[in-house]
């Protein structure tokens, strides 16, 4: 049973306390570039110190003071989105059992929220949670300041990634580009995880995990001088995905307790994209020799 389903549904008698009501078909003035951030707008302009989520497809999506509220309470992921002129960060989880997913806010933090269902050609029906006594300062404290200062930030990360994968590609010197180096910090760890591990565990998992490891160290060692580079590159990817599957259940194995898991499916999560990037690069080279 998950989290989710273990938090208590409100009562219907819980749901009249708190004044939930629904209306239909708020006006709202819908924005070319992001129509999702305008509905949300113009819903906190009515509802300020309100938690604002708008249904795009089967997803809730939440912006900038929203967002933020609900990465530091939720943990949900912040995302860049918008245009360069007009970023956001946003979160999204599931429409289906919002209520269930954001009563613990109301219950535990006391912030009311509206959620907007539907879509512009069915209409929407906004649902408002009020509550008498809600805690105002909790949304009020999330200042425009600080909702730029994260843009900001995650704006800076993509420039950082940009910026190492361009220079990844347009130099892939083999005895220093990031491909190796994040591969070594892998193996490095990987190597010393499984030799904290029960010795069952490391006869079958920690074996299967050494011999991919093994082919991928081999495949980038090789790739400066390769001749074919896309076919490597290729089976380069197949073996991260498998460090990946195995990463995977390490998690379902329990064996990740003794294991920095998050910071190894980073590293895993990182070399994939890197090789992912120069298949790319090589694909819209079209070779004929490498994709013969």
Not at 16 to 28: D, H, L
Not at 217 to 227: K, L, P
Not at 258 to 268: K, M, P, T
């Amino acid at each position: 049973m998950t989290e989710e389903n273990q938090t208590p549904i409100p009562t219907r008698e819980e749901e009249t306390n708190f004044s939930i009501r629904a209306f239909k078909g708020i006006e709202v003035g819908l924005g070319q570039d992001d129509p999702l951030v305008e509905i949300a707008r113009k819903l906190e302009e009515r509802y300020p110190n309100h938690l604002i989520l708008v249904q795009q497809g089967k997803f809730l999506h939440g912006f900038d003071k929203t967002a933020y509220a609900l990465s530091v309470l939720k943990k949900y992921k912040l995302k860049l989105v918008g245009t360069a002129d007009e970023p956001h960060i946003r979160v999204g989880f599931p429409a289906g059992n919002f209520k269930r997913r954001l009563w613990a806010l109301v219950a535990d933090f006391g912030i009311p929220y509206v959620v907007s269902l539907g879509n512009q050609k069915n209409g929407r029906t906004v649902y408002v949670s009020a509550q008498n006594n809600y805690n105002a300062p909790t949304l009020a404290s999330v200042s425009e300041q600080i909702v730029q200062e994260v843009i900001h930030d995650l704006r800076m990360r993509g420039e950082v990634v940009k910026a190492s994968a361009k220079q990844l590609l347009t130099n892939p010197d083999a005895t220093g580009f990031k491909l190796k180096q994040i591969g070594e910090e892998l193996d490095r760890h990987l190597f010393a995880d499984i030799a904290k591990i029960s010795r069952d565990h490391r006869a079958v998992w920690g074996e299967s995990v050494r011999e991919a490891m093994t082919r991928v160290m081999r495949a980038i060692f090789m790739y400066g001088t390769e001749e074919y580079k896309l076919r490597l590159l290729r089976t380069l990817s197949a073996d991260v995905d498998l460090v990946k599957h195995y990463l995977t259940q390490a998690h379902r194995l329990n064996l990740a307790k003794g294991i920095a898991f998050e910071h190894r499916v980073g590293l895993a999560v990182e070399l994939g994209k890197l090789v992912g990037g120069l298949i790319r690069m090589h694909t819209s080279g079209n070779s004929a020799g490498e994709l013969s």
